[in-house]
């Protein structure tokens, strides 16, 4: 069976209640539900921290042998600032996505700009929460 860790960083605990124009209103926890109905062949984990280090420690124990098809990882706002998680991406073995739920090019100059994309083995932004699903898809093809 195919298991897929999902990462979401900083705020991201926050779906569904912060700036719902943005992100829409939907929390993490009930979409989670959602997608594991849609893929029941997939196990599916997810892991939350508004932490720089946790997303660093979870990305070590996950990324040699754990047998994972593939990561995806919405860094949040570290997206645009953290050299250290792209550098923990670049150290495991297991491809990351990244992925945001709003068009980050489409936003603030400072958002335009990711650290972990040119490590990552693609990017999927502006989808809203199915971002998440394509990602999936993209990893299970
Ligand atoms: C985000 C975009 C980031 O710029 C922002 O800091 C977030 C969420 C997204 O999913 O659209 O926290 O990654």
């Given at each position: 069976m195919a298991r897929i860790l999902i990462i979401n960083g900083p705020?991201?605990?926050?779906?569904?209640?912060?700036e719902p124009d943005i992100?829409?209103?939907?929390s993490m926890e009930d979409y989670i539900e959602a997608i594991k109905a849609d893929y029941p062949d997939v196990e599916i984990d997810y892991y939350q921290s508004n932490h720089e280090g946790d997303i660093i420690d979870r990305l070590h124990e996950?990324?040699?042998?754990?047998?994972?098809s593939g990561i995806i990882l919405n860094a949040g706002a570290y997206t645009h600032t953290s050299l250290a998680i792209a550098d923990a991406i670049k150290a495991i073995k297991v491809a990351v996505i990244e992925v945001h739920i709003?068009?980050?090019?489409?936003?603030?100059?400072?958002?335009?700009?990711?650290?972990?994309s040119p490590v990552c083995r693609g990017v999927i932004a502006?989808?809203?929460?199915d971002s998440y699903r394509l990602a999936i898809e993209a990893f299970l093809y």
């Open positions: 705020n991201l605990n926050l779906l569904g209640v912060r992100y829409g209103r939907l996950e990324g040699f042998d754990s047998g994972l709003s068009n980050v090019h489409a936003r603030e100059a400072i958002r335009h700009t990711s650290l972990i502006g989808f809203g929460l």
